[in-house]
């Protein structure tokens, strides 16, 4: 009796490793768990381990979406059963695309560390169901040149846990979420061109740490929020996959996720209101909304440990994988409908609709109740002002107004297509960087539209990203536009129309203007002394001679 008893008991604990682990080689060790989790991989480690698992499965593709300024290969790495290793192969599977970004801010490790730990349980572990309806891609480094300028102190509010990190900047001092329309950096082209556009990630999740506000949430989520774009998306995100995945892990892994943002403590205690962060399309996330596709910021709370935040998102992205994976069908789905509407948009509604161009943060409609955070005593400072101090104590409050939507305070007419003058190749060039379509026009042709007159132009007096930004007040005036041979048209009934009137929108707040590309036009044509037309022209109608050419 006791010799079967203890060889059920075997069988049981047998079954139990199965279900729960894997027996990985020790060449399959990531840096963290080598090291008790107080170092995160170098370059080179992530390197070893990308070229050690390949060997061991047939379900791997190691490509490279470029180089970084330092020279780096930075790998992205496919997943997919059976193995594809084409952009062509995924679209004719009929599977969507999944892309996992990591390490954008090489401070900001635990992307990294999970993309390695999220492959290895894929392809060789319990994850395996994850191929089943969906191709995965991850760039697990993407910041490579950041990541190995290793340091002591570089994230006091991360506990410096691990010791030593990365920086945030990449090879260029450049901070890559900044980068999505001014595309400066050779990770925003290499991205924008070898996974956005070739591989056409239905849901893309750019994984992060935030080193803000002591909210009580181990991980805070965002969708790529909503300007000029098309709902679907976005509502898809914010209402159904995130809540879902909210629930599951706390019920899972007990662990609390909730909405990013931070909390202002000169509103007093406790809070009232939270905010979250931009809804510019510089910010990859945001911008992929604009291109008609979903996405996820994660933002792991600087404040646990490594080992917490690197167990953290590593739920958060097997719980995207898995819902994405149940889900594919109705996530394609969507996205394909607000391509196609955007599309109809312009067709039907071109001159006739506006569209925004400004925004402003203002809050949703339903207020967040029982929002966790850690709570907060006030005390009198010297100079005899109140303050407050947080203490180790969690509690809820209810009512708090959550600032994460965005209101337009100014609208331009939506065009049926731009012209942009040949003297502008530079810009028809730009925009064939981000995936845009344009064609150069044949022969003379007048167009009827909107010439934006700028009647006053300024620029910042501090640099942000290397750049004094931009903008320009002014009227649109209607009026018939010659485009010559060689001059380029960039037609609006193309599925990144939304994207394309974000960048070349004149007044838009965070277009090619505000990145100071039309500087050198506007200067020379002496703005400082006298209204100057933008030169991109946006049509409504080619105009039909009365002369029918034959
Ligand atoms: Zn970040």
Redesign the pocket.
Known sequence: MKKIFFLLLVLVAIKVIAQTNSIYPESLLITPEKSNFEKTSSYADVIQFLNTIKTMSNNIHIGSIGKSTLGKDIPMVVLANPLITTAEQAKASGKPVVYIQAN??AG?IEGKEVSMMLMRDILLGNKKHLLQNQIIVFVPIYNTDGNDQFAKGLRPSQENSPLETGI?ENGQGLDL?RDGIKMEAPETQGMIKRILTDWNPQMTVDL???NGTWHGYSLTWAPGYLSSGEAGPYTYTINTILPYITQQVKQKNDLYFGPFGDFNLREGWPLKNFYTYNHHPRYIINQIGLRNRMSILS?AFAHERFYQRINSTYHFVYEILDYCNKNAASIISINQTAETNAIKKVLNSAGKIKKGVRFKMTPLKEPINHFRTYDYIPYTSAGGTTTFTKTGKIVHYDSIAYYADFKDTLSATLPRGYIIPAAFTAIADHLKKQGITVTPIGKKQVYTGEVFVVEQFSKATRKFEGHLMASAEGQFILKDFTAEKGDFLVDMAQPLTNLIFYTLEPQSDDGLLVWNFFDAYLEANNINIQAVEYPIFKYFSTKTTSKKQK
Do not use: G, L, Q
């Open positions: 954008i801010h900001e945030r979420n992060h740490t935030t933002e």
